[in-house]
């Protein structure tokens, strides 16, 4: 099973560093006035880690606030 995640692992590294090399051109994204010129690939990367980061931080906040909220039921109610 090693060996296939492996392969998976080469494929999208490989498939990833393919995106990199064809969208080297710069793209311009503005938003709420503020505005950026950077190749694509570099634009999607820094997208893709400030969803990821964002994304778990909300996930450790909805875990944390169900924890708390179950620590504070009454005893009876705990399943």
């Known amino acids: ?8 692992i080469v494929v999208f590294l490989s498939a990833v560093v393919l995106f990199a090399v064809q969208n ?3 793209t311009t994204m503005a938003f ?10 570099v634009m999607v990367t820094v997208i893709y880690v400030l969803g990821a980061l ?9 875990r944390a606030t ?3 909220t179950k ?3 009454p005893v009876a109610d705990r399943r």
Do not use: K
């Not at 099973?1 to 998976?8: D, G, P, S, T």
């Not at 709420?32 to 690939?41: E, H, I, N």
């Not at 778990?56 to 906040?61: I, K, N």
């Open 1 to 8: 099973m090693r060996w296939v995640y492996l392969i998976v």
């Open 24 to 26: 080297v051109q710069p």
């Open 32 to 41: 709420l006035g503020f505005s950026v010129r950077a190749p694509l690939a």
């Open 54 to 62: 964002t994304g778990g931080s909300l996930l450790a906040l909805m």
């Open 66 to 68: 169900i924890r708390a």
């Open 71 to 73: 620590a504070s039921w």
